[in-house]
């Protein structure tokens, strides 16, 4: 896929990042930029840091007590996210998450999607009704599920409650969307909607995907970075990434040489 | 034929396996034989006790049970609605014949009092008994009139002064003939040593009420019934010299003690008294001047003379009052007696009340509860059967307490009870555990707090019971403009603009402070007279405690259960997926919004399933409620509103602070502290097969709401 000219909307500038307040870092000097309404895949084997990095992005690392940046910033349209002044509930208003295990609710759909609005105080039925179908239109749910809104979300199949859990992020209209790992657990036919989902998404949002499987990186992603141990080896283009990669560790891992 | 290579060699290790086995087997089943004859036993004897009684062991409150032996063929009566209870009290068969409805009218008054009234303080109790309402009063007044009745011509002697006072206070009295006469009384004077010694119990009770000044050790009134003779301990501080009536002085020479050899002289006293005779019939007299006559002549008895000490009350009234109504009888005795009393509209109306008639069949002991008793009683008094005998001749009468049924009062005592502490505790105890689980670090102080709680789980119940008695029951601080006279400490927090009204003040016996004077020696003085408590005018926050009270019990109870809801609540909260917490903080949730609509309304289930451990094992608890919510005996049911002080959200502070039978606690009395009866034994089986009973309706309650809240929130 070629990339259009875009600005970029995370900068993530020298970053390192400990688990257990700076004895060791999980994170060792990232640097890269993602760009708004792209989508970047973060890839390497299990361990590397990519989830964590991923964490880093919207700050949901705060919920570990010991966590702690020991190096470099994350500005997000162009606002250090570490800074004193930012309100992690803000933040995270803005950049939503999407989760490896689909965990939605166990309440009914409409309940699910109306959960962001509602705590951020919309009462309103016909805004949340507006919100709720737009985001489950947005999602490519709607058709599937407006006959029975009212049922609960855990009737759903697998690839369905995660389309719903991508829905219910939308429905806050955040600026990125950070997805952990959103197929592993769905079946084939499952993923290629949820990958098609993700790239009609492009459109609108800015999105940052961590995957397991290099088909899928090269899918559906414009900007690849390839992490092992907790540093950045190599950040591209996709396809630079996995047709010419400039370092041996990463043509390994995409050729399937080891990881 | 082959030999058997494993043919069992040694017979005696195939009995001592059996043997083992038969120990352990043994030990496993004696669990099973314990369980059905605890159930056994209490289903077998408590079911025909409800079956016998019914829905009335359930909704009368504990009352004796009076037995009333009686002549075969007796008529009697009784009013309709006791009947039936009198059939399942006495459910003999054919016990009662000729079984006839009747009725009978009973004539009442209806009146209106005006404002300026005074009235005597027993009759003001009986019309608002009658009438069902509060009347405020001004002040007590002991020159107001009162009636008396005479049987007889009675002579009565008072002092020359007494009799000058008595004619200024009522000049009828002067229309009696009276006569002066001397009367002469002989004493001893008597000189005692400061001594230490002994003296016989029998002698000590005739010199209670003798001038001496002495120092007893031990309880004289215990001693004295039982052993007139025992020798006491006794200290004389000082020299002095005694007058002794010539009984006490014979009981001083006659005493075996260290005191007997004592040498009195003789004195002679004259009195100069009047006498004069009331003759028979009603008469009125000044209250001060009735009490006067009686204490001077205590063996004369005058009828409708009660609450002389207390005195006639000046009505506190701005306009006539709402009719009011008393039977005839009552009306007149309130009329002739109470002269001062203006009473208007005064009318008639009677009311039918319907009565059984029935013959008893043989000699019988009749069992009735206290209430139908004394109605029952009040149907037969005075009547009179063909021959002219009495109908109500009983050949013997016993009463035994508690023994007839009725356990409406400990059943909604245990109720409100566990429903607080259930609130308390699970306001408290959820708090914490969300606290515990979400919010907290692990550090010092709250591995502190887990061990402290941890002990807590371990306290017995008893300690509990002396930890709420020391901090609720007497310490706990509450608001009050009428503060206790011996709390700890107070803080005046608003000005108090009602002072509470004479009956209250005599009611609760408040003291009200005089603002000029010293507070200190109000106070002294106020506790001198036995009064509890005090009004200066503030509201204060006074550290006195809540007394013996329903709150105090329930947070007692609470802080027991504490440990329990605490440690599941934060186990169910564990328990709720990780990815909940997540996702609501990934769509900008706060924290408490996380916890409130993602974590909670998950955790539901566990922490109901804690309250359902927590209900059962509060329900049973005696320990802690003993000194701190429980009563033996109480009068009205805690749910009844309209018995309580206070209106609006006093009426519910007064509900709080009121104290309550409890099912354990009952149990308890019925069982150990009662005299042991035939009567009372079925009471504690079909009381403790309705404790089982509620228990499992509030642990059933608790599972039921537990499967509606789980089936809503399953994931």
Same mark, same amino acid.
Not at chain 1, 188 to 203: D, F, G, Q, R
Not at chain 2, 77 to 95: H, V, W
Not at chain 2, 124 to 140: D, G, I, M, P, Q
Not at chain 2, 675 to 680: A, F, M
């Given at each position: 896929?070629?990339?259009?000219?875009?600005?970029?909307?995370?900068?993530?500038?020298?970053?390192?990042?400990?688990?257990?307040?700076?004895?060791?870092?999980?994170?060792?000097?990232?640097?890269?930029?993602?760009?708004?309404?792209?989508?970047?895949?973060?890839?390497?084997?299990?361990?590397?840091?990519?989830?964590?990095?991923?964490?880093?992005?919207?700050?949901?690392?705060?919920?570990?007590?010991?966590?702690?940046?020991?190096?470099?910033?994350?500005?997000?349209?162009?606002?250090?996210?570490?800074?004193?002044?930012?309100?992690?509930?803000?933040?995270?208003?803005?950049?939503?998450?999407?989760?490896?295990?689909?965990?939605?609710? &166990?309440? /009914?759909?409409? !309940?699910?999607? %109306?959960?962001?609005?509602?705590?951020?105080? $919309?009462?309103?039925? @016909?805004?949340?009704?507006?919100?709720?179908?737009?985001?489950?239109?947005?999602?490519?749910?709607?058709?599937?599920?407006?006959?029975?809104?009212?049922?609960?979300?855990?009737?759903?199949?697998?690839?369905?409650?995660?389309?719903?859990?991508?829905?219910?992020?939308?429905?806050?209209?955040?600026?990125?969307?950070?997805?952990?790992? &959103?197929? /592993?657990?769905? !079946?084939?036919? %499952?993923?290629?909607?949820?990958?098609?989902? $993700?790239?009609?998404? @492009?459109?609108?949002?800015?999105?940052?995907?961590?995957?397991?499987?290099?088909?899928?990186?090269?899918?559906?992603?414009?900007?690849?970075?390839?992490?092992?141990?907790?540093?950045?080896?190599?950040?591209?283009?996709?396809?630079?990434?996995?047709?010419?990669?400039?370092?041996?560790?990463?043509?390994?891992?995409?050729?399937?040489?080891?990881? | 034929?082959?030999?058997?290579?494993?043919?069992?060699?040694?017979?005696?290790?195939?009995?001592?396996?059996?043997?083992?086995?038969?120990?352990?087997?043994?030990?496993?089943?004696?669990?099973?034989?314990?369980?059905?004859?605890?159930?056994?036993?209490?289903?077998?004897?408590?079911?025909?006790?409800?079956?016998?009684?019914?829905?009335?062991?359930?909704?009368?409150?504990?009352?004796?049970?009076?037995?009333?032996?009686?002549?075969?063929?007796?008529?009697?009566?009784?009013?309709?609605?006791?009947?039936?209870?009198?059939?399942?009290?006495?459910?003999?068969?054919?016990?009662?014949?000729?079984?006839?409805?009747?009725?009978?009218?009973?004539?009442?008054?209806?009146?209106?009092?005006?404002?300026?009234?005074?009235?005597?303080?027993?009759?003001?109790?009986?019309?608002?008994?009658?009438?069902?309402?509060?009347?405020?009063?001004?002040?007590?007044?002991?020159?107001?009139?009162?009636?008396?009745?005479?049987?007889?011509?009675?002579?009565?002697?008072?002092?020359?002064?007494?009799?000058?006072?008595?004619?200024?206070?009522?000049?009828?009295?002067?229309?009696?003939?009276?006569?002066?006469?001397?009367?002469?009384?002989?004493?001893?004077?008597?000189?005692?040593?400061?001594?230490?010694?002994?003296?016989?119990?029998?002698?000590?009770?005739?010199?209670?009420?003798?001038?001496?000044?002495?120092?007893?050790?031990?309880?004289?009134?215990?001693?004295?019934?039982?052993?007139?003779?025992?020798?006491?301990?006794?200290?004389?501080?000082?020299?002095?010299?005694?007058?002794?009536?010539?009984?006490?002085?014979?009981?001083?020479?006659?005493?075996?003690?260290?005191?007997?050899?004592?040498?009195?002289?003789?004195?002679?006293?004259?009195?100069?008294?009047?006498?004069?005779?009331?003759?028979?019939?009603?008469?009125?007299?000044?209250?001060?001047?009735?009490?006067?006559?009686?204490?001077?002549?205590?063996?004369?008895?005058?009828?409708?003379?009660?609450?002389?000490?207390?005195?006639?009350?000046?009505?506190?009234?701005?306009?006539?009052?709402?009719?009011?109504?008393?039977?005839?009888?009552?009306?007149?005795?309130?009329?002739?007696?109470?002269?001062?009393?203006?009473?208007?509209?005064?009318?008639?109306?009677?009311?039918?009340?319907?009565?059984?008639?029935?013959?008893?069949?043989?000699?019988?002991?009749?069992?009735?509860?206290?209430?139908?008793?004394?109605?029952?009683?009040?149907?037969?008094?005075?009547?009179?059967?063909?021959?002219?005998?009495?109908?109500?001749?009983?050949?013997?009468?016993?009463?035994?307490?508690?023994?007839?049924?009725?356990?409406?009062?400990?059943?909604?005592?245990?109720?409100?009870?566990?429903?607080?502490?259930?609130?308390?505790?699970?306001?408290?105890?959820?708090?914490?555990?969300?606290?515990?689980?979400?919010?907290?670090?692990?550090?010092?102080?709250?591995?502190?707090?887990?061990?402290?709680?941890?002990?807590?789980?371990?306290?017995?119940?008893?300690?509990?019971?002396?930890?709420?008695?020391?901090?609720?029951?007497?310490?706990?601080?509450?608001?009050?403009?009428?503060?206790?006279?011996?709390?700890?400490?107070?803080?005046?927090?608003?000005?108090?603009?009602?002072?509470?009204?004479?009956?209250?003040?005599?009611?609760?016996?408040?003291?009200?402070?005089?603002?000029?004077?010293?507070?200190?020696?109000?106070?002294?003085?106020?506790?001198?007279?036995?009064?509890?408590?005090?009004?200066?005018?503030?509201?204060?926050?006074?550290?006195?405690?809540?007394?013996?009270?329903?709150?105090?019990?329930?947070?007692?109870?609470?802080?027991?259960?504490?440990?329990?809801?605490?440690?599941?609540?934060?186990?169910?909260?564990?328990?709720?997926?990780?990815?909940?917490?997540?996702?609501?903080?990934?769509?900008?949730?706060?924290?408490?919004?996380?916890?409130?609509?993602?974590?909670?309304?998950?955790?539901?289930?566990?922490?109901?399933?804690?309250?359902?451990?927590?209900?059962?094992?509060?329900?049973?608890?005696?320990?802690?409620?003993?000194?701190?919510?429980?009563?033996?005996?109480?009068?009205?049911?805690?749910?009844?509103?309209?018995?309580?002080?206070?209106?609006?959200?006093?009426?519910?502070?007064?509900?709080?602070?009121?104290?309550?039978?409890?099912?354990?606690?009952?149990?308890?009395?019925?069982?150990?502290?009662?005299?042991?009866?035939?009567?009372?034994?079925?009471?504690?089986?079909?009381?403790?097969?309705?404790?089982?009973?509620?228990?499992?309706?509030?642990?059933?309650?608790?599972?039921?709401?537990?499967?509606?809240?789980?089936?809503?929130?399953?994931?």
């Amino acid at each position: 896929m070629d990339t259009p000219e875009r600005k970029p909307i995370i900068e993530i500038d020298d970053l390192s990042f400990s688990y257990n307040m700076g004895k060791k870092n999980t994170l060792q000097n990232i640097s890269l930029d993602c760009l708004e309404n792209n989508v970047t895949a973060f890839i390497g084997p299990s361990g590397c840091g990519k989830s964590t990095l991923l964490r880093c992005l919207n700050r949901m690392n705060d919920l570990v007590e010991t966590s702690c940046v020991t190096n470099g910033e994350v500005r997000i349209m162009g606002k250090n996210i570490n800074a004193k002044d930012v309100d992690p509930i803000e933040l995270r208003k803005n950049v939503g998450m999407v989760f490896q295990k689909y965990n939605p609710f &166990p309440k /009914s759909i409409y !309940d699910n999607v %109306a959960y962001g609005p509602r705590i951020q105080g $919309i009462k309103d039925r @016909s805004t949340l009704d507006g919100i709720v179908e737009k985001s489950l239109r947005d999602s490519a749910l709607w058709d599937e599920v407006k006959d029975r809104l009212k049922d609960s979300a855990l009737g759903l199949s697998g690839g369905q409650q995660q389309r719903l859990c991508i829905a219910r992020t939308i429905a806050v209209a955040p600026k990125i969307i950070l997805m952990d790992e &959103p197929c /592993s657990a769905l !079946d084939p036919i %499952a993923t290629a909607h949820v990958e098609e989902l $993700i790239t009609k998404l @492009s459109v609108d949002y800015s999105i940052v995907i961590v995957t397991h499987s290099m088909q899928q990186a090269s899918r559906v992603s414009h900007q690849t970075a390839f992490f092992y141990i907790g540093e950045l080896i190599e950040f591209g283009n996709t396809s630079d990434i996995f047709t010419k990669p400039q370092h041996k560790r990463t043509e390994d891992y995409v050729s399937g040489r080891f990881g | 034929m082959e030999p058997n290579p494993f043919a069992p060699g040694n017979s005696k290790r195939v009995t001592k396996e059996l043997a083992q086995r038969s120990v352990l087997m043994a030990a496993t089943y004696s669990i099973l034989c314990f369980t059905l004859f605890i159930f056994g036993l209490i289903i077998w004897r408590g079911a025909p006790v409800l079956h016998q009684y019914g829905t009335e062991f359930l909704t009368r409150k504990p009352e004796s049970l009076e037995l009333v032996t009686y002549d075969a063929g007796k008529q009697l009566s009784i009013p309709a609605k006791s009947f039936k209870t009198l059939q399942k009290y006495n459910p003999r068969e054919g016990l009662f014949t000729d079984i006839q409805d009747s009725s009978r009218s009973t004539e009442y008054r209806t009146f209106k009092i005006e404002p300026g009234s005074v009235i005597g303080d027993g009759y003001l109790s009986n019309v608002e008994v009658y009438n069902n309402f509060t009347a405020k009063y001004l002040k007590r007044e002991f020159t107001a009139p009162a009636g008396f009745e005479l049987s007889q011509d009675t002579e009565f002697q008072v002092s020359p002064d007494s009799y000058t006072t008595l004619t200024s206070q009522s000049p009828k009295l002067q229309s009696f003939p009276a006569q002066s006469i001397t009367l002469e009384s002989k004493s001893y004077s008597v000189n005692f040593q400061q001594k230490e010694g002994q003296m016989q119990a029998k002698t000590l009770v005739k010199l209670a009420k003798s001038p001496l000044i002495y120092k007893l050790y031990g309880n004289l009134t215990d001693v004295a019934d039982d052993k007139p003779a025992e020798l006491m301990p006794l200290y004389i501080p000082r020299a002095q010299s005694v007058l002794l009536t010539p009984e006490q002085y014979q009981a001083c020479l006659a005493d075996t003690g260290d005191f007997k050899a004592l040498e009195g002289t003789e004195v002679i006293n004259t009195t100069e008294r009047i006498s004069f005779t009331i003759p028979a019939g009603k008469h009125t007299l000044p209250l001060s001047s009735l009490k006067t006559l009686l204490e001077e002549n205590p063996a004369a008895s005058a009828l409708h003379s009660h609450n002389l000490e207390k005195g006639a009350i000046f009505l506190d009234m701005k306009k006539t009052s709402d009719s009011l109504l008393l039977p005839l009888s009552e009306f007149e005795a309130l009329q002739q007696d109470n002269p001062q009393l203006k009473i208007s509209d005064i009318g008639s109306t009677s009311y039918e009340s319907p009565y059984k008639e029935f013959t008893l069949t043989k000699a019988a002991q009749i069992k009735l509860p206290t209430t139908d008793m004394s109605a029952f009683k009040a149907a037969n008094a005075g009547a009179v059967n063909e021959n002219g005998q009495p109908r109500l001749k009983s050949l013997s009468e016993k009463v035994f307490p508690y023994s007839a049924g009725g356990i409406a009062g400990p059943i909604l005592g245990t109720a409100t009870l566990v429903i607080a502490c259930m609130i308390i505790g699970l306001g408290i105890g959820v708090c914490a555990a969300i606290f515990l689980g979400e919010y907290s670090r692990q550090g010092k102080l709250i591995s502190t707090i887990r061990l402290s709680m941890m002990n807590l789980a371990g306290v017995p119940s008893i300690v509990f019971g002396i930890f709420g008695l020391g901090l609720f029951v007497s310490l706990a601080p509450k608001m009050t403009s009428t503060p206790s006279i011996d709390d700890k400490f107070r803080f005046p927090v608003i000005p108090s603009f009602s002072q509470p009204d004479l009956r209250t003040q005599e009611k609760e016996r408040i003291m009200i402070i005089d603002k000029d004077k010293e507070l200190v020696h109000q106070l002294r003085s106020a506790q001198q007279q036995g009064l509890e408590r005090y009004y200066t005018g503030w509201t204060f926050l006074s550290f006195q405690g809540w007394g013996n009270s329903l709150i105090a019990g329930a947070f007692t109870l609470a802080i027991m259960v504490l440990p329990i809801i605490i440690t599941s609540s934060e186990e169910s909260l564990r328990a709720v997926p990780r990815g909940f917490r997540e996702a609501s903080l990934a769509l900008g949730a706060t924290k408490w919004q996380a916890i409130k609509t993602a974590v909670l309304p998950y955790a539901t289930p566990g922490i109901l399933t804690a309250s359902v451990l927590g209900i059962t094992r509060v329900a049973g608890e005696t320990a802690p409620i003993m000194f701190t919510a429980a009563v033996a005996a109480k009068s009205d049911l805690p749910t009844n509103f309209s018995a309580l002080p206070g209106v609006g959200l006093d009426k519910f502070f007064s509900f709080l602070s009121q104290s309550v039978q409890a099912m354990p606690y009952h149990i308890y009395t019925i069982a150990g502290k009662l005299p042991p009866s035939i009567h009372i034994k079925p009471m504690q089986y079909g009381s403790v097969l309705v404790f089982m009973l509620i228990v499992m309706i509030f642990a059933g309650l608790s599972v039921w709401l537990r499967i509606r809240v789980r089936k809503k929130y399953k994931w």
